[in-house]
């Protein structure tokens, strides 16, 4: 049972354009809901969270949306840039604060 | 140290043979964490430990997996009797108690069994 899905597994986007990374989750128990990127060889690194009582969180370029009712998270970058190329991870935490259920990611490639 | 150091950053093994993984977390970070990330999937949970005990071994995929930890610092995770389906990279994360963003993630070991 998949609680986490990262329906696309791919993303190509030209530099300066917004890329949209989508996430569709089933446990409505998660409290906040995090973003990971990795980078090839690397482990993945914190990027940008939400509470899920909010339903918008901004960070300079990197901003998450949450629709509660479709269970749905969104990240968008504006402007993308080439070094924004990497596989983005959605996580889902749970109350107790202590496990994360990640996506199965998607490769985001953007074009110089 | 000043980040979570996994080793070896490579392993190839034999079909059959037994591998050790180990971790060592941030310093003071009491929660270690497992994942998996085979080829063209997600993260996959195996294991997470509270100081040395592991509260929630649930994704361990077979007994021929197991973990420790000791001194509430390092950690190995070691595989028996390796088979193919194996080949992963092995993901080691650490952090404060309770506070997931503070989830730091090795750069793995990257596991081949030929």
């Known amino acids: 049972d998949q609680q986490v899905k990262q329906n696309s597994p791919s993303l190509s986007v030209q530099e300066g354009r917004i890329s949209i990374l989508n996430c569709d989750y089933t446990?409505?128990?998660?409290?906040?809901f995090l973003w990971y990127k990795k980078y090839p060889a690397e482990g993945p690194t914190f990027l940008i969270s939400i509470s899920s009582i909010k339903d918008k969180n901004e960070d300079g370029r990197f901003t998450v949306f949450l629709n509660k009712s479709a269970k749905h998270l969104s990240l968008h970058i504006v402007p993308s840039q080439p070094g924004d190329s990497a596989v983005y991870f959605c996580a889902g935490l749970n109350n107790a604060g202590n496990m994360l259920t990640f996506g199965g990611g998607t490769r985001l490639m953007v074009k110089p | 140290g000043a980040g979570v150091s996994q080793s070896p950053s490579n392993k190839v093994t034999e079909k059959g043979k037994d591998v050790e993984l180990r971790c060592d977390p941030i310093s003071g970070h009491t929660a270690l964490y497992w994942y998996r990330q085979s080829l063209g999937q997600g993260l996959e949970f195996l294991i997470y430990?509270?100081?040395?005990?592991?509260?929630?071994k649930s994704g361990l995929p077979s007994d021929r997996f197991s973990a420790e930890r000791t001194g509430g610092s390092v950690s190995t995770l070691t595989i028996q009797r390796t088979q193919q389906e194996d080949s992963a990279v092995y993901l080691c994360?650490?952090?404060?108690?309770?506070?997931?963003?503070?989830?730091?993630f090795g750069s793995g070991t990257r596991l081949t069994v030929v």
């Open positions: 430990f509270q100081g040395n005990s592991a509260p929630d």
């Open positions: 446990n409505s128990m998660f409290d906040y």
């Open positions: 994360a650490s952090s404060l108690a309770g506070h997931s963003y503070g989830y730091t």
